[in-house]
């Protein structure tokens, strides 16, 4: 019996993580940020791993991104000691275990509104000691973040007077045009930015083109996925995550079914993008995966001049990784096709 | 202090699900199932919870369905012990997790080809002991299931041939015109059908209506969901869970922005429905949740007169409640909007 175990004998549906490319994505990222003076934060809700967090931090990373509290706690209890939180905090339950995580580590937030600040504030007074605020801003996603210079100022000024509070700077996602602008109509007004944090694996490669911007909030880079690949900022050699299935029925002749829905690859779709369907055969590439049930996934082959038998495994690179670590319990963590260790995904499902 | 904790005091985003209507709701089927004389196998998929198969089984089902065996296991440690897995396995492992789990419980199985066939004599003989087949054929889905009567009769042939299978009947999902056809061809040819096992909420109320079904195999009645409401299957009051968040950001007049987003709420849409958005802001039915990120919801409040306030909690109907509960670790499960316990969703991410 051999001590190793091959990715291919693992019972499938899987999520198996190429540890060499996640290697080559780390290293590459934080060489970019090191050559252009950029610090790196990275976000953890790609891989929701602390290992890679610790990997990522190792490397140079000045800390991590969190998006919720309870990805922090897992963060902080596994050793990582200085997280901003990227989300506007409301009320007194998170501000209690906002303090309790300002009282053992290097704890920020991000705040768009005054209840948001109260909350961060109200941590900060509990917790004895200053918690760093960026206020963000929004750059064109309309999502979170004040829509003026003047709110902006505002939100400042009151953070400046708050107790507990140390405003630190601004931070908005994604890093654009609109950023450059509003970064520079902040400075102009007299405010000194510490930090400013942008964000996006997608435009990564030119965030030393967006002025102002010192720090890069960047998560998806170290997986990649069919996204990032569609939009050119990432190749498929550089998709470290790939979905490791069953052909389970050949039920006609242009159809194959999957033992993998979207329980296990999300209902993501590519945004505005040019690819059908809900992730990639990389082995099939004309193959569409058309429609998914929770437990099914329906695959279209009429374009496809191969096409996969009953019981072939196959390899999918997912729309949007991120929600498919989200799915699961456990990643394979692999080296040249044999399996080097299985991970709890330790911050999945961390919604609070 | 109180003793009691009202929902409305729950830290958000959160699943809540109100027992009084889940009682209702399994009632109804149950007594649905019983005026007709069929038998009720209901399908775990949607709660995913020990507790609420073995109140079905209390009730009155005859039996549990499974998608996977993970599933299948998780149930037969909690004590179920007649479950049908409604899906094609395939390969030595499935044989034997199948193996075992029918070593100490009642285990069926739905097939559609040789592979699978394959599987499951490998692990009735493993086992020592028969294991029921149902023989899976399409009914207009065209998903899994064999697509023609003469398919059908090779399946039964071979399965009778077996050693380790005992031929037990068919399956489809869901019920249709085409399955009354289907079982009259399959019997007309001479074959004994012990169960014709049909499927499907949306139609439940008609499953009487199928000549020749034996069973219902149907899983979102437990909670009901937005779709459900959308095709006239289910009232608003007849949805037992809803996910509760706060209102975390307002950067316009015309926008909120939620802490639920995909991994929270999921990217499931209304299949061809007219409904938009991501789930039904219940008390503000005209705003629109159009846009997700993994953990914000954007919604649209420019057709909605009344509009919620920075920190305001909401409720939300989700589209596709199955997907929900699989997102979620726990459930907290309430009565007249008091916690009466935080349930593990034990079956949840059982995707193997």
Known sequence: MSDTLAVTGLETPVPVVDLDVVERNLSRMQGYAD???????????????????????????VGITCQKLGEAEVMADAGLDDILISYPL???HKARRLAA?????????????????ETVALAGQEAGRQIGVLVEFDSGMHRT???SVDEALT?????????????????TYPSSAATVEFVRAIKDAGVDLPIVSGGGTPRAAHAHEIGGVT????????????TLVEVGAATLEDCALLVHATVISRPAGDRAILDCGSKTLSSDLIPRGASAGYG???DYPDAVIDRLSEEHGMVDLSRSGAKPALGERVRILPNHVCVVTNLHDEVVVSRNGIVEGIWP???RGMTR
Chains 1, 2 share one sequence.
């Not at 995580?101 to 600040?117: E, G, H, K, Q, Y």
């Not at 107790?163 to 601004?170: N, T, V």
Request: hydrophobic share 50%; glycine share 10%.
């Open 35 to 61: 050559a252009h003076g950029l610090a790196l934060r990275p976000h953890i809700k790609t891989h929701k791993l602390p290992r890679f967090a610790q990997a990522q931090v190792a490397l140079g990373a």
């Open 90 to 92: 409301i009320g007194p």
């Open 101 to 117: 995580l300002a009282r053992r580590v290097t704890m920020r937030a991000a705040i768009d509104n005054p209840l948001a600040l």
């Open 145 to 147: 973040g004040v829509g």
């Open 155 to 171: 939100l400042i000024a009151q953070v400046r007077a708050a107790d507990g509070l140390r405003f630190d700077g601004l931070m």
């Open 215 to 226: 720090e890069m909030r960047v998560g998806t880079y170290i997986y990649n996925d069919r």
């Open 280 to 282: 990639l055969l990389v």
């Open 345 to 347: 995904v330790a911050a």
